[in-house]
């Protein structure tokens, strides 16, 4: 049996207005935070797996890792480096026997909305409310957890969860870059 580490890096949200209004402590607590966490994939156990030759392990990105909404700059930026970060860690481990995949949820019903920094005219509440309802909406925790696994069984390397996910993979691959600048202006909330 394959011995199965499982990392997640931390979530941190800022919601901007689009007006480029974010102060450089939110950009350097944000990218400190996820691509910290998302970049360390923590070391020693990395390291171990390697050693033993045998392993996988399990980096949690975003949807907003290929969508990229001009509301989330420093959010999609952390989870487009954590997406190409396991991608590229997945080719170099597989000389080893050790996999990685990364997976890309679409919106969870999580706390991770409660947790969010909303900032300009995204601090209004109607806009909190509406985001909260959303997620309230999203997919469980669940099915993310599921998605791992059946990932791990099948040594998938990039695993989007939910239609929206799946949808934007296929639109970031497929849809010319006006397209999908067009669809990044769209409000998600």
């Known amino acids: 049996p394959k011995l199965i580490d499982i990392y997640c890096d931390h979530?941190?949200?800022?919601?901007?207005?689009?007006?480029?209004?974010?102060?450089?402590?939110?950009?350097?607590?944000a990218l400190a935070l996820v691509t910290g966490a998302g970049s360390g994939i923590g070391e020693q156990t990395a390291i171990a797996l390697l050693a033993?030759?045998?392993?996988?392990?399990?980096?949690?990105?975003?949807?907003?890792?290929?969508?990229?909404p001009r509301t989330e700059p420093v959010y999609v930026a952390t989870k487009a480096a954590v997406l190409a970060l396991s991608r590229s860690l997945r080719i170099d481990f597989a000389q080893h026997g050790v996999g990685v995949t990364v997976i890309c949820p679409g919106i969870?019903?999580?706390p991770i909305v409660d947790k969010t920094r909303y900032l300009g005219s995204?601090?209004?509440e109607k806009v909190q409310a509406?985001?909260?309802?959303?997620?309230?909406?999203?997919?469980?925790?669940?099915?993310?957890?599921?998605?791992i696994v059946r990932a791990i069984e099948r040594d998938r390397s990039v695993v989007p969860v939910g239609f929206e996910a799946?949808?934007?993979?296929?639109?970031?691959?497929?849809?010319?870059l006006r397209a999908q600048q067009a669809i990044g202006k769209l409000p998600l909330t």
Request: aromatic fraction near 10%.
């Open 11 to 29: 979530h941190l949200t800022v919601h901007m207005d689009g007006s480029g209004v974010m102060a450089r402590i939110d950009i350097d607590g």
């Open 52 to 68: 033993r030759g045998r392993g996988h392990i399990v980096n949690l990105s975003s949807r907003l890792a290929y969508l990229h």
């Open 108 to 110: 969870t019903n999580t």
């Open 122 to 124: 995204q601090a209004d």
């Open 130 to 147: 509406r985001s909260k309802r959303l997620f309230n909406r999203g997919h469980t925790p669940t099915k993310v957890a599921t998605a």
């Open 166 to 176: 799946w949808l934007g993979w296929w639109f970031n691959r497929y849809l010319p």
